[in-house]
Nanobody, 119 residues
Framework: QVQLVESGGGLVQSGGSLRLSCAAS????????MGWFRQAPGKEREFVAR????????SYADSVKGRFTISRDNAKNTVYLQMSSLKPEDTAVYYC????????????WGQGTQVTVSS
């Protein structure tokens, strides 16, 4: 059974940094795309970043480009989201998700971790 467990959220001041982790288990993820999404109160869930596990190719939402970095550790089966220069508008629940490379929809989701950026 595929399982994604996020950690690393918390409260940080504007301009600060946080690193989120997503521990993946239950299968080999070499043929997968791993993504980070976020949902702020009263807003729809939005894409943040994604990484193709085997190639390391990355993609980012314009709102986080240059501030966030997604990476993966093959040995630990873990995906990271390094967030820097955080802004109050980055406040949201952050979710890790996975999909097979040939699919378009993410079908496995973690439980989410809260990130709060104070001004």
């Amino acid at each position: 059974q595929v399982q994604l467990v996020e950690s690393g959220g918390g409260l940080v001041q504007s301009g600060g940094s946080l690193r989120l982790s997503c521990a993946a288990s239950g299968r080999t993820f070499s043929s997968y795309v791993m993504g980070w999404f976020r949902q702020a109160p009263g807003k729809e869930r939005e894409f943040v970043a994604r990484i193709v596990w085997n190639s390391g190719s990355t993609s980012y939402a314009d709102s986080v480009k240059g501030r966030f970095t997604i990476s993966r550790d093959n040995a630990k089966n873990t995906v990271y989201l390094q967030m820097s220069s955080l802004k109050p508008e980055d406040t949201a629940v952050y979710y890790c998700a996975a999909r097979r490379l040939e699919n378009t929809l993410y079908d496995t989701w973690g439980q989410g971790t809260q990130v709060t950026v104070s001004s």
